[in-house]
């Protein structure tokens, strides 16, 4: 059997290091074009990313600035213009008395009638004070500690953030529910109450108001529907907007003075209601009871409320 020439070996051997090289600059290119890729992903991401955020604070903004306008816009007629006219002093009128004089007879004071009253019982009637006699610091009604009395209804208002179900479930296993709100009174102490605890941050709560029954058909945790007349939903809500949750928005929150649907599923702070304690005695009528009783119980209850 005859051997290869040399040189045949030898042009061999270069040709098979020839395709070595060329594999290995393949490779080195197909990582290169993988690493560019990544990047290149990564770049799209966080471009993304920044959009989007960027997107929320000018939606923030803008809510911001509105509520600020509408606010500037119902102090406008509490402020008054200034008057630049000096006011002007009338002259003192003068009158000159001459009349002769007369002596003055002196008078013996009549003996002041002194009458002794002693009475330790009274009849104390029975009445049920009425809705707008009753204000915030009633003491006849109280809230436990960290909620807040307004009127016989006691708030509570979150600072963990949860969803509308969930919220509603810690409402209930305290005692109450997610807040009703059934007059622009109570919407202003809700308003009010939010500013104090936000300052001028733009945080929302959940209210009871939801038409996850049926679209378009809003109805309170009681099941009563949302009067139309008494609603304070922002400009063009609810949308029920689907770009975030394909079901929609079928919840109700609320920021200092307006109302938005949201996503039921959105994390948000809230706000319980529950009926407020009763601490007055009661009275039936007919019961006699002694006044001196009654005043060291008003007096003890005030000094509580010091």
């Known amino acids: 059997m005859m051997s290869r020439p040399q040189k045949y070996i030898e042009g061999e051997a270069l040709h098979s290091q020839h395709a070595k090289s060329n594999n290995a600059l393949k490779l080195r290119v197909a990582v290169l074009v993988v690493c560019v890729l990544l990047v290149s992903a990564l770049v799209v991401t966080y471009l993304l990313f920044e959009l989007l955020k960027t997107r929320e604070n000018l939606r923030n903004l803008e809510l911001k600035q509105k509520t600020i306008k509408a606010d500037v816009t119902e102090r406008l007629p509490e402020i008054k213009p200034c008057s630049t006219v000096q006011p002007t002093c009338p002259e003192p009128e003068v009158k000159i008395i001459t009349q002769p004089c007369n002596i003055i007879q002196p008078t013996t004071p009549q003996p002041t009638e002194i009458t002794t009253i002693t009475q330790s019982y009274t009849m104390i009637p029975t009445t049920t004070p009425q809705p707008s006699e009753i204000t915030t610091n009633d003491p006849c009604y109280e809230c436990e500690d960290g909620w807040k009395q307004h009127g016989e209804n006691c708030y509570f208002f979150s600072t963990r953030k949860s969803s509308w179900d969930a919220s509603r479930t810690v409402c209930r296993t305290q005692g109450g529910d997610l807040v009703k709100i059934d007059s622009s009174e109570e919407q202003s102490f809700l308003r009010t109450t939010i500013q104090q605890i936000t300052g001028s941050y733009v945080i929302y709560f959940w209210i009871g108001l939801t038409d996850s029954a049926e679209e378009g058909r809003w109805l309170w945790v009681d099941g009563s529907p949302l009067n139309e007349r008494l609603t304070f939903w922002f400009f063009h809500e609810?949308?029920?907007?689907?770009?975030?949750?394909?079901?929609?928005?079928?919840?109700?929150r609320m920021e200092p003075m307006y109302w938005f649907d949201k996503s039921c599923k959105a994390r948000e702070r809230s706000i319980c209601e529950k009926p407020a304690a009763a601490v007055c005695p009661h009275f039936s009528s007919g019961t006699t009871v002694r006044v001196e009783d009654t005043m060291s119980y008003f007096s003890k209850a005030n000094a509580a409320n010091i």
């Open 238 to 252: 609810p949308d029920d907007w689907t770009e975030e949750d394909s079901d929609g928005e079928d919840c109700a």
